[in-house]
């Protein structure tokens, strides 16, 4: 992770991770790395997007831990502590039938930015084949309300992409930010093309 944010450190990028779950021990360590966002699986109440919020912020706000000691770096001509809780961005992960009923109590959580959409956990979850870019008339509407939810409260509303076009049909649906593949999915599709291009002989 610390050397993805060193290669990302010469682009205009907010680090962000996703972390493996909603734990105090893992979050810290990841902001004190240097992530300025959190992205948090499988929260599906209000209660546990409270604790992700006490995990990412200081007090008063949260229940953070003090020792940003790569962070701190970046804090320029400010004290790293007296930005972090402007600046850094805890998004719980949308998932669940769960996640979607509770959807509002979680954006209204004080110190939650947004939320973060996981298609295809969500349409697992629903008794769906576990893909990304969904087509479900159900699932779209449920794309509808997050943005809209999180559009009425200024706050973020990200999802899981993996095509250019079907990014920019959520960018218009009111998505501020899309994810577009992993370096793995990338590497599989340029192979599978490379492939596809070849006339083999028997």
Known sequence: M?????????FPVTPLVRVPSNEPGIIGKALDAGAWGVICPL?????????????CLYPP????SNGPNRASSYGGDKLYQDIANDEVLVLPMIETAEAVSNLEAILDVPGVSGVYVGPSDLGFA???????????PMILDIYATVTKEASRRGK???IHTINPLYANRMIDMGFNFVTV??????MMKAAKEALAALHLRD
């Open 181 to 186: 593949g992993s370096d793995a999915s990338l």
């Open 61 to 64: 706000v949260g229940r953070r």
């Open 2 to 10: 610390v050397h993805c944010f060193q290669a990302m450190s010469a």
């Open 156 to 158: 973020f509303a990200g």
């Open 126 to 136: 629903m008794g769906l084949r576990p893909i990304f870019d969904r087509e479900e």
């Open 43 to 55: 929260v599906n109440t209000a209660e546990e997007a409270k604790a992700l919020a006490n995990a």
